[in-house]
């Protein structure tokens, strides 16, 4: 099975600052590699998917990129909406799945 | 507008069983399969299964092969849960998710529409 692993578990950072995010998968994934924001108390949901495609209506701060196991998520410049909790997703044949185990990105 | 909505909470004690629903709205049912993800407390997703409406065929993790069983009922337009042999390592948030598809390959899908969730407790 493919392990996902994300990097760091946590992070501080401040309103305005950039940040990445990365995922790296125990063998290569090609581009199927997504992610997801879930703030407390809410669903996921979707940011970028194919590793560096943004979701229509996802702010441009946000940007994917990667590809065979070493993935990015980048928030340019933070603002404070952006403080919540961030999962990568490999998807793979028969349409199975595979989460990280998160990055809770707080407030400095 | 989509919409998928779950049943409510449930406490079960260690052996029991639990069936989770999920009603979808706002879309063609049939079109679009439908996947299982469980939330821990320490707040990891794990990939359950997942249902294609259309024909019923499913698929399960490994981690829950023979424990989990996914069903559909096309005219009530609903998915549902169904877990046995409960432990306390089951307590967590049920979430059902649609999946859309980006390319025609199997591998080319995310949630695009998730439930809002159903906590199921598992303690003596």
């Known amino acids: 099975d493919i392990q996902m692993t994300q990097s760091p578990s946590s992070l501080s950072a401040s309103v305005g600052d950039r940040v990445t995010i990365t995922c790296r998968a125990s063998q290569s994934i090609n581009n199927y590699l997504n992610w997801y924001q879930q703030k407390p108390g809410k669903v996921p949901e979707l940011l970028i998917y194919a590793a560096s495609s943004l979701r229509s209506g996802v702010p441009s701060r946000f940007s994917g990129g990667g590809s065979g196991t070493d993935f990015t998520l980048t928030i340019s410049s933070l603002q404070p909406e952006d403080f919540a909790t961030y999962y990568c997703q490999h998807t793979s044949s028969s349409y199975l799945s595979t989460f990280g185990q998160g990055t809770k990105l707080e407030i400095k | ?124």
Not at chain 2, 15 to 39: E, I, L, N, P
Not at chain 2, 57 to 78: C, H, L, M, N, P
């Open chain 2, 1 to 124: 507008q989509v919409q998928l909505v779950q049943s409510g909470a449930e406490v079960k004690k260690p052996g029991a069983s639990v069936k989770v629903s999920c009603k979808a709205s706002g879309y063609f049912f049939s079109s679009y399969d439908v996947h299982w993800v469980r939330q821990d407390p320490g707040q990891r997703l794990e990939w359950m299964g997942w249902i294609n409406t259309g024909n019923g065929d499913t698929k399960y993790s490994e981690k829950f092969q023979g424990r989990v069983t996914i069903t559909r009922d096309t005219s009530a337009r609903t998915v549902y849960m169904d877990m046995t042999s409960l432990t306390s390592e089951d307590t967590g948030v049920y979430y059902c998710a649609r999946i859309d598809r980006y390319c025609s390959s199997t591998s080319c899908f995310f949630f695009d529409y998730w439930g809002q969730g159903s906590l199921v407790t598992v303690s003596s």
